[in-house]
Structures are given as structure tokens and as C-alpha cells.
């Protein structure tokens, strides 16, 4: 079945290539399923019975459910869940008053968090289902000792210490879920006690005529407030992103206490010299220089944060900026420093945008990848078993819980070293 068909725009004129859509003969079908299957973006999925796969947000694998077919996207369609007709045993009701709401199936909802309905352990167990199939499809086959059970959060809700606010001046709050549309958000169950504080504080500005949005491209833009429970209140500003933070503090120590696992081993030997990069504001760095190595190159994008890096005084940290978006940039840094023997990586959710000169460095024997995206992790990962890396051990790490997101921490190590 042909997903997008086009016909010539009759008001054209002859010659003319202008084409318009048709719609569809699948959308606005309803029908009925089985959730076979939950989708890296945390929606499930179920197949139509002429064999297209279907996308809907809302449910479980399992569940017996009534969607409606609203669009095509090339080789899959997405619906809106009408019905959960035979619930799964892993459902509850979520506890956010903003969650999507089947009884006004045309409320807009919240987009922040996708799986408030399912409970805690099904959300765990699934997360450690895509990772163990991934490694899989890389290796062929996973070890226990290659992968350890994802490590849960300490707080299913209110863990988050940071969040970034949209308001029109009227309203507060975050984007709704597959829109830009406006959810006005009074309490969030995800954020920590000073964070909700804020949101408290900064809703009892409202109306404010100061953040009133301004169109841009026909589109309505939004004042943007960023928040962290680590800022004193007069410090926040519109439209002023704060400083990469990982958002869930307990989590992040679970991190950072990997990594010094992971290293430890090697940190006593004088000749070991690290190369860190995407090093942020020092969060890794910190680690690595409580471990006493003694000559630790940290690279950063941004100058603000390697400012900041600089301001912490580590012993045997030599900060740096760089462009590490850019190969020619990264292999200069890699020749620069081609006598470093490991290699920490927390690259952002894209991974490795210029690999090639990190591939080709022959002094790594150990690479400790820190990854927020299970997908371009895996990919990257591949890349260094192909030049003579081993996958020595994976810890999945639910830095979001109520979200699909996974965190990973992946060792390798050279073969043979």
C-alpha cells in the first residue's frame, strides 16, 4: 500500500509541477489491537491487518486497545487512543492531573513525562529489554557481566532538580505532547521541593506583560525560564539558559561512581593520561581527578563552562575549548594529545558527531562512554569495536524515570592491551 500519494494541482496550468497531498485511505479508520510492541520514543505500537505499524501514545504491550488513525509518516502511521479495552496487570492511574486523560481525549496534555500510567518496574524492566537487545544486535550475545541490571532511581517522582518554563504572559508551564501548543502547568510531581518552589514563585507573576512571546515565522514563540535548585531565585532570567546539569542528583552520583569504579584500576599508573571530552562544567572531571590521575586534558564547546572548570582548581586538570563538532578540530586535539591512554566521553544526545579521529587514535586502551541516547551510543560503540575494542561491561542507568529515556555507561577496552 502506497503511504504518500500526490496528484498535479488542477489550478496549476499546463506544464506546472505543483502537487498536492491526498489523504490517506487510512486516516480516520478506527480499529481495534494488540500492543505488540513499545517504541524507542515510548509510544506503543500495534499493526493495522493490511500490515502497517501503527503508533500511538497511552498504552502498554499487551493491552487490547481502540485507536483512531490520524496521519501517515512514510512507513508507519500514528493514532490517538480512543479506548484501553483490556488493560495490562503493569496500569495504574497516573498521579499528574496533566497526564493525557482519555475521558476528554481532546484536552491537550502535558508532553513532559509519557509513561505516568504504567508502574515503576515495568518502566525498569523495559528499559533493560532495549538495552539487552541492542547489545545483542551488536555482539550476538550478552553476558552477565556485560550487562548489569539497569540502576533504578531512588525517587520515581519529584527527583528532577532542574526544568526550563515556556509562558505567553499569561500562562505557564511546558509544551504539550506532540505540539507547541501551551499546557499551563500549576504543580509538576516530577520536580524536586526547591524546583516546584519556583514554579510556585513564577507562577504568582503571572499575568506578566515582560513575557509575552513574539511571533517568529507566523509561529508563536515563548518566553523561555530555566530553573535549577543549585540558583538563588534572583537569579533567574528570560529567555537565559542555565549550564548543562545532569537533572536527577542522585543518578548522576550513580555516574560518576561508575566511572571511578571503572578507572580505578588504572589510576595508580603515572603513564595513564586521560582525554576528556564534552567535559562540561567538571562534573566527570571532578571524578577523575579524586582518582589522582595526574595529567587529565578536558575539552569543552563552550567557553563559559570551561570557565567554570578552570574556577574549580583541580589538580592535574587542563582545561580546554574546543570544537569537538568539527574533525579537523578533534583531530588536531587527538594529535595533540596522542600519548593519552584513556578516553571519557559524555557526549549530547546526537553522540560522536566526528568520530574519525577518536577511531584512529592508536594510544586509548581503555574508553569509558557515558550516553544519553541508547541508539547513537550503540552506533558509536560499534565503531570502536571495529578498530580493536572490546565491549567489556554496560550499565544502564534511569537518570528520567516516568520517561523512556535510559542512561548508559559503557566500558571498553582495547583488545589485546
Given at each position: 500500500m502506497k503511504l504518500n500519494i500526490f496528484k498535479p494541482n488542477k489550478g496549476s496550468g499546463k506544464g506546472s509541477t505543483q502537487q498536492t497531498a491526498v489523504k490517506h485511505p487510512l486516516e480516520g479508520v478506527v480499529f481495534t489491537g494488540i500492543v505488540r510492541d513499545v517504541a524507542s520514543n515510548g509510544q506503543a505500537v500495534l499493526e493495522h491487518s493490511c500490515g502497517v505499524a501503527v503508533f500511538v501514545r497511552g498504552a502498554w504491550i499487551g493491552e487490547r486497545i481502540t485507536v483512531k488513525i490520524t496521519a501517515f509518516k512514510k512507513r508507519f502511521a500514528v493514532a490517538h487512543l480512543l479506548s484501553?479495552?483490556?488493560?495490562?496487570?503493569?496500569?495504574?492511574?497516573?498521579?499528574?492531573?496533566?497526564?493525557?486523560?482519555?475521558?476528554?481525549?481532546?484536552?491537550?496534555?502535558?508532553?513532559?513525562?509519557?509513561?505516568?500510567?504504567?508502574?515503576?518496574?515495568?518502566?525498569?524492566?523495559?528499559?533493560?529489554?532495549?538495552?539487552?537487545?541492542?547489545?545483542?544486535?551488536?555482539?550476538?550475545?550478552?553476558?552477565?557481566?556485560?550487562?548489569?541490571?539497569?540502576?533504578?532511581?531512588?525517587?520515581?517522582?519529584?527527583?528532577?532538580?532542574?526544568?526550563?518554563?515556556?509562558?505567553?504572559?499569561?500562562?505557564?508551564?511546558?509544551?504539550?505532547?506532540?505540539?507547541?501548543?501551551?499546557?499551563?502547568?500549576?504543580?509538576?510531581?516530577?520536580?524536586?521541593?526547591?524546583?516546584?518552589?519556583?514554579?510556585?514563585?513564577?507562577?504568582?507573576?503571572?499575568?506578566?506583560?515582560?513575557?509575552?512571546?513574539?511571533?517568529?515565522?507566523?509561529?508563536?514563540?515563548?518566553?523561555?525560564?530555566?530553573?535549577?535548585?543549585?540558583?538563588?531565585?534572583?537569579?533567574?532570567?528570560?529567555?537565559?539558559?542555565r549550564p548543562f546539569r545532569q537533572g536527577n542528583s542522585r543518578q548522576n552520583a550513580v555516574l560518576q561512581q561508575w566511572l571511578h569504579d571503572a578507572l580505578s584500576p588504572v589510576a595508580g599508573c603515572q603513564s595513564n593520561k586521560v582525554l576528556e571530552l564534552f567535559a562540561g562544567s567538571g562534573n566527570f572531571t571532578r571524578t577523575l581527578a579524586a582518582l589522582g590521575f595526574e595529567q587529565i586534558i578536558a575539552a569543552e564547546v563552550v567557553p563559559v563552562a570551561v570557565d567554570n572548570l578552570h574556577s574549580l582548581g583541580l589538580p592535574g586538570v587542563q582545561a580546554e575549548v574546543a570544537d569537538l563538532f568539527d574533525e579537523a578540530a578533534l583531530s588536531t586535539l587527538c594529535k595533540k594529545h596522542d600519548d593519552a591512554t584513556i578516553l571519557v566521553l559524555d557526549p549530547p544526545r546526537e553522540g560522536l558527531m566526528c568520530s574519525k579521529p577518536l577511531f584512529e587514535h592508536t594510544g586509548f586502551e581503555r574508553v569509558a562512554y557515558i550516553s544519553c541516547d541508547l541508539a547513537t551510543c550503540m552506533r558509536d560503540v560499534q565503531g570502536f569495536m571495529a578498530k580493536g575494542y572490546t565491549l567489556v561491561s554496560v550499565l544502564p542507568v534511569d537518570m528520567f524515570p516516568q520517561t523512556p529515556h535510559v542512561e548508559l555507561c559503557v566500558l571498553l577496552e582495547r583488545t589485546g592491551r
Open positions: 484501553v479495552d483490556e488493560p495490562c496487570e503493569q496500569r495504574i492511574t497516573p498521579a499528574c492531573r496533566h497526564f493525557m486523560s482519555l475521558t476528554q481525549p481532546h484536552t491537550p496534555s502535558c508532553g513532559g513525562c509519557a509513561w505516568q500510567f504504567v508502574d515503576y518496574d515495568a518502566q525498569l524492566a523495559q528499559k533493560q529489554r532495549w538495552v539487552r537487545s541492542a547489545i545483542e544486535r551488536l555482539t550476538g550475545q550478552v553476558s552477565q557481566a556485560a550487562l548489569a541490571p539497569i540502576a533504578a532511581s531512588a525517587e520515581a517522582m519529584g527527583y528532577r532538580n532542574r526544568a526550563e518554563f515556556k509562558s505567553d504572559g499569561r500562562i505557564l508551564g511546558f509544551n504539550a505532547a506532540q505540539s507547541d501548543a501551551l499546557i499551563d502547568i500549576k504543580t509538576c510531581g516530577l520536580l524536586n521541593a526547591q524546583v516546584a518552589e519556583y514554579l510556585a514563585a513564577l507562577r504568582a507573576r503571572l499575568p506578566n506583560p515582560q513575557w509575552i512571546g513574539q511571533k517568529r515565522k507566523g509561529k508563536k514563540s515563548y518566553t523561555l525560564l530555566a530553573v535549577d535548585d543549585a540558583m538563588p531565585a534572583e537569579a533567574i532570567e528570560a529567555n537565559v539558559r
